[in-house]
């Protein structure tokens, strides 16, 4: 256990360094104590220790791995619906008339565990015209207000509003 503390510990100091760009002794020192923090907080919360349906068993470095691959294959995908979608948003924007509705929309979640849905939840609120509200957990529903619901309905509308993000997230986490 103390093995992959110490390795998240490592990550998360690495990463501080290479942020932060400063290898002053205050700076690594700041660095250490907001890693040694996040852990904490981390292991205490039990949010290191997160099971869900569909999560089976302890992380294996093959495992870490795949989740890591589609990570970064997903990475330009969801960087071109940010942009595909900030394109909608200023043509919504620039038009002469206002004919659009924004509501809120409830989606199915249809993913393995928490933090999965924690994860599309953020990118659906990163992503510009929506904003994640609630995740019902006994529908598995997830609320979401988005900036135009006048044209869709059902399935197309909960295609339109998660971009095809679900697969990849349930990649990630399986």
Request: with cysteine.
């Amino acid at each position: 256990m103390y093995g992959r503390q110490l390795v998240l510990f490592l990550l998360l100091f690495l990463v501080w360094v290479f942020f932060s760009g400063d290898i002053s002794v205050q700076s690594l020192t700041a660095g250490a104590l907001l890693s040694v923090l996040t852990l904490l907080l981390y292991f205490r919360l039990g949010i290191g220790k997160l099971r869900g349906k569909g999560d089976e068993g302890p992380q294996t470095p093959g495992r870490l791995l795949r989740r890591l691959f589609f990570l970064l294959c997903f990475l330009p995908v969801f960087g071109w619906k940010v942009v595909r979608s900030g394109f909608y948003i200023a043509f919504l924007a620039l038009r002469p008339s206002i004919d659009f509705w924004p509501g809120i929309v409830r989606i199915k979640a249809d993913l393995p565990n928490l933090p999965a849905v924690t994860v599309l939840a953020n990118l659906l609120t990163l992503t510009p015209g929506t904003l994640s509200l609630e995740y019902d957990e006994e529908n598995d529903d997830l609320y979401v207000h988005w900036i135009d619901v006048s044209s869709f309905g059902g399935k197309e509308m909960d295609e339109t509003i998660t971009s095809g993000m679900r697969p990849w997230v349930r990649r990630m986490f399986q």
